[in-house]
């Protein structure tokens, strides 16, 4: 029997966003049941981007300075100042998001009301 290697390709299309205010609720990307105690609303902080093929290549990064709001790239030891416009591209790799409701959550069976979407303690998993 003749084993088949699997063929990867990789995606060269770019994803359009804006880097502030990613609504999930408005996107419907929440079901109807998670109602949110703060809106799901996330802002783009540092993505990586990579060039090259599936086998190979360079990542390079970009990070928005918090008390500046200016954005750089990172390219092995050159560090460079971004537009916002230059942020977002078709080698974005990984993308990273905080919660404009920066309060971090515990989410534990035991403590429930961390949770960022409202609960309802007729659940029967809270009751263990």
Not at 26 to 35: F, N, Q, V
Not at 73 to 80: A, C, I, P, S, W
Request: aromatic share 10%; glycine share 6%; proline share 5%.
């Amino acid at each position: 029997e003749e084993v088949q290697t699997p063929v990867s390709k990789k995606l060269s299309h770019q994803v359009r966003l804006d880097t502030e205010g990613l609504d999930l609720a408005a996107l419907g990307a929440l079901p109807a049941a998670s109602t949110q105690k703060v809106a799901p609303v996330f802002d783009l902080f540092g993505l990586v981007d990579h060039f090259g093929s599936c086998g190979f290549g360079h990542y390079t990064a970009s990070v928005r300075n918090d008390s500046t709001l200016q954005w750089h790239r990172f390219n092995d030891d050159l560090v460079t100042p971004l537009e916002r416009n230059e942020v977002v591209s078709e080698k974005a790799y990984l993308l990273f998001f905080r919660r404009r409701d920066a309060l971090c959550r515990r989410q534990t069976q035991s403590f429930p009301d961390g949770w960022p979407h409202r609960i309802d303690r007729e659940w029967s998993f809270l009751d263990g």
